[in-house]
């Protein structure tokens, strides 16, 4: 499994770091929200595989008993996806914004500051 | 008083100097000569003892642990340097109150002469070469800002910047040199260094730090073909020139090859390098002295020519050198200092800066007269003055040179005629003769003006005159220090008829015809291809190239267009991370592996397929939904694998940026394929490599078991600490409370950005 993961995270990569290389800045966006779930994947599969297996502690115990899926990548990840959250929210309301003034979304228009 | 105090009174006065300049007011300017006279007395206290064969070191710690100190050695030769620094420094701090007054920057230009002297007298006391190194390092810094004084103007800063560049970059040298030596001694204190020099000089590379360290020699003491930062350096304040090139900055590398001769003396390189670079500079500078028509130009050069004569002493090593050198480097501190002060008198009184437009000046400006025919007559090698017992000196060494006597003598007396030509320009040219009609009104300088030539000139004089004082106190010493052992020379200013004389008439005489004769030296016309490879043309041209590769590589790196930030970026990671684990591509192998369902690979191979389409479609809304997709088949991958919580925020999160994708799109552009093909293929194959690379990293990764203590802990701690049962909840919102915290601040931030965004009227 992790190695089929491996090749998933790969592709998140790929199409994400395509999307960034983009002109338009709608794909980047897109690119950008492909990149952060790549990353998130990435960052889970470190912390290894455990089928169903989730850090709860049960009833009358002082632990989890093993095996347990590690707690540790997923509390990082429940950060960063979030925060991912956060900025594409915001990235998309800028662009927004941005084109209603601009008229244009060719970053290769948006290189100076005059409008 | 401590050395290490007078050394640091100059750093720790410097500071108040702009304040308490104005304070004194300008008639009081003078006062600040009492700090460098404070220095002189202070130490001639040492001489005594010095003459007797003492030394002192003083020994501070500063960076022990990389055997760094600020120790002080005493010898004959520091405190030759140093009274003559600080004893010219006393009149040069005297004539520029005067020289300066009421310029409105006096207090700064005292504050970096402070400076400057005050790194001088580090950099020749100093005992550990590191230290050594610093004060060297000061003393160019200083003399950067004392140059380029004048700062409005274009050429003082050029020549600031040339000489900073030049002499920055001897002491980069200076410092490697330093290190390969303290790593084959294993310190850097330098009398160490002398003791141990039979196995340091047979060491191999013993030539490289060697060879790195007389670079840092030949730039600060301008030696060719690096020589021309010191006539450019011309630029600065009069008293600054005078300062900087009699007795201090360019004897800095003089400085050096004295000390360093005890220990480097004795290898081939020594003499095989530093002779023929003196002996170059020698008659080189001499005779392009003879060609300049400004007075400061015309001593520049021919301070040039001495230090390439100081130079080829040193180089040549045998006690009548080395004795040579010393009385050189004293009779030329005295006579340079004294004529630049004069140059700085004629354009102050006249407005006129070359010697040829000037005659009759004796009848206004006696004093000053006198003061010059002395400095001339040292400068000319004629008798009684120290200049011509100097000559006589070093025509002796030469003559005794083990290597190319011959030759260095021919050198040294057409050198020494173009000088005696120098003295005619400077002494006699402007004071004699008739008095030119547009120069009337004219009338001696003020006294602080004056009085540093009229003593630096009876100095030369009485030193001639009366050498046996001089010889005992001060250059035997000096000698002894710069030998290694004990030298007993005896000055004499009658020798009795012997080559050397004749060699002496002969330069005199033949100094007068090239006077008389200058108009055609003057008019030699240098070949056209000479004149375009000199060396300021090689300097010029390095610093053209440095800036125009500059250039190339800010247009190239930054070239505003974000893709290509990203493809630099891109590019450089796979290929640092992609390189060394294509190097072990074979040891990638699972031990442990999670077994496979149907449903698991189904959803994973979902993902890649939807990845591709969002990036394929056309349509905004259909690339939305395929990124939707992802979004929830790595969610049912969360839960799978034992993460409700992820899932959980992951579904909503992927809800709402849907939804929120849904809203602004409408009002977004649609695609559009804006790149060409070329542009797309080459995307494809680096975020493709991109991608390949990652794989590799997880699959690299997940090969080691690192122990998971920080997970073990949060475990087992849930419960007993926290009182939670979800450890990943419990993590969050206790263990990384804080961390949380923030991230609902940026949250917050974000939420409010929108918002103000969304409420923002752009105005037309």
Do not use: C
Request: charged share 15%.
């Amino acid at each position: 499994m992790e190695l089929l993961l491996a090749v998933v995270i790969g592709s998140l990569y790929a199409t994400g770091l395509y999307m960034l290389l983009r002109r338009s800045v709608v794909k980047l966006i897109i690119g950008l929200g492909l990149l952060s779930n790549g990353s998130n994947l990435l960052i889970f599969t470190m912390g290894r595989l455990v089928r169903g297996r989730p850090p709860i502690v049960p009833e009358g115990e002082s632990s989890v008993p093993p095996p347990f899926a590690d707690p540790l990548p997923q509390a990082l990840i429940l950060t960063a996806i979030v925060i991912s959250f956060g900025v594409l929210a915001f990235a998309l309301v800028l662009i927004h914004r941005a084109y209603q003034k601009v008229g244009t979304d060719d970053l290769d228009d948006l290189k100076t500051t005059d409008t | 008083m401590d050395v290490l105090l007078a050394v640091l009174s100059g750093f720790l006065l410097a500071p108040l100097a702009p304040w308490l300049d104005r304070r004194l007011g300008k008639r009081w300017g003078w006062m600040w000569a009492l700090v460098p006279l404070g220095l002189f007395l202070f130490f001639l206290r040492f001489v005594p003892a010095l003459a007797r064969g003492e030394a002192f070191t003083r020994r501070v710690p500063w960076i022990p642990r990389l055997d760094i100190h600020l120790s002080f050695h005493l010898d004959g030769l520091s405190v030759l340097f140093a009274l003559l620094i600080s004893g010219i420094g006393a009149l040069i701090f005297l004539y520029a109150a005067r020289y300066l007054e009421g310029h409105p920057h006096r207090g700064r230009f005292f504050l970096l002469l402070l400076g400057f002297m005050a790194s001088m007298l580090g950099l020749v006391l100093a005992e550990n070469a590191l230290a050594l190194f610093v004060f060297w390092e000061l003393t160019s810094l200083s003399s950067y800002l004392l140059i380029g004084f004048e700062h409005e103007r274009e050429s003082a800063r050029s020549a600031a910047l040339q000489a900073l560049l030049v002499t920055g970059a001897g002491g980069l040298a200076l410092l490697t040199g330093w290190i390969l030596l303290g790593q084959i001694g294993g310190g850097f204190e330098i009398t160490q260094w002398r003791s141990q020099r039979e196995q340091l000089i047979v060491h191999p590379h013993a030539r490289w730090a060697l060879a790195l360290i007389l670079l840092g020699a030949f730039t600060k003491s301008a030696q060719f073909p690096v020589h021309f930062w010191l006539p450019n350096a011309m630029e600065a304040p009069t008293p600054v020139s005078a300062y900087l090139h009699s007795a201090t900055m360019v004897k800095a590398g003089v400085y050096l090859l004295a000390r360093l001769q005890p220990i480097f003396g004795t290898m081939d390189l020594w003499g095989a390098t530093i002779v023929p670079v003196g002996a170059v500079t020698f008659s080189l500078g001499a005779l392009l002295a003879v060609r300049q028509s400004e007075a400061k130009r015309l001593l520049a050069y021919s301070t040039v020519s001495a230090l390439g004569l100081l130079t080829l002493l040193l180089g040549i090593g045998t006690p009548t050198a080395v004795t040579a050198a010393m009385v050189f480097l004293l009779a030329h501190a005295l006579y340079k200092a004294a004529l630049f002060l004069i140059a700085g008198i004629l354009d102050h009184e006249t407005g006129v800066r070359e010697p040829e437009r000037l005659a009759g000046l004796r009848r206004a400006m006696p004093i000053t007269t006198v003061a010059a025919v002395l400095a001339a007559a040292s400068l000319a090698g004629l008798p009684p003055s120290l200049g011509f017992l100097s000559k006589e000196l070093f025509y002796e060494a030469l003559r005794a040179a083990p290597r190319w006597p011959l030759l260095l003598l021919g050198n040294a007396v057409l050198a020494g005629m173009a000088l005696v030509a120098v003295a005619g320009l400077m002494g006699v040219r402007p004071f004699f003769g008739r008095e030119r009609s547009e120069l009337q009104f004219l009338h001696e300088a003020p006294r602080p003006l004056w009085l540093g030539p009229l003593l630096l000139g009876l100095s030369g004089t009485i030193a001639g005159l009366w050498p046996a004082g001089v010889e005992r106190t001060l250059l035997n010493p000096a000698i002894t220090a710069t030998l290694g052992q004990p030298a007993h020379i005896h000055l004499a200013a009658w020798h009795g008829l012997n080559p050397t004389l004749l060699l002496s008439a002969l330069t005199i005489a033949g100094g007068v015809g090239v006077y008389t004769g200058r108009g055609i030296v003057r008019a030699l016309a240098v070949p056209r291809v000479l004149a375009r490879f000199t060396p300021s043309a090689g300097y010029a041209a390095l610093l053209n190239g440095i800036f125009t590769l500059a250039r190339f590589q800010t247009r190239v790196l930054q070239s505003g267009h974000l893709r290509y930030y990203l493809l630099t970026i891109i590019a450089w990671t796979v290929g640092i991370v992609g390189y060394p684990l294509l190097r072990r591509a074979d040891g990638i192998a699972l031990r442990r592996s999670a077994p496979e369902h149907m449903m698991d690979i189904g959803l994973a191979l979902l993902i890649p397929l939807a990845a591709l389409a969002a990036v394929r479609f056309t349509s905004r809304l259909a690339a939305i939904a395929a990124l939707g997709v992802v979004g929830y088949a790595i969610a049912l991958l969360y839960m799978i694998f034992g993460a409700p919580d992820l899932a959980l925020t992951q579904f909503m999160v992927e809800s709402l940026t849907v939804i929120l994708f849904v809203l602004v799109f409408y009002r977004l552009p649609r695609f559009a394929t804006l790149s060409g093909r070329w542009a797309r293929a080459r995307d494809v194959v680096v975020s493709a490599l991109a991608g390949g690379v990652v794989s590799a990293l997880v699959l690299s990764v997940l090969e080691m078991s690192p122990p998971n203590v920080i997970s073990e802990y949060f475990v087992h701690k849930s419960v007993p600490e926290a009182h939670g049962r979800n450890v990943v909840n419990v993590i969050l919102v206790d263990f990384r409370a804080l961390d949380t915290l923030g991230e609902i601040t940026v949250l917050a931030l974000a939420g409010l950005g929108v918002y103000a965004l969304m409420r923002l009227r752009v105005e037309e």
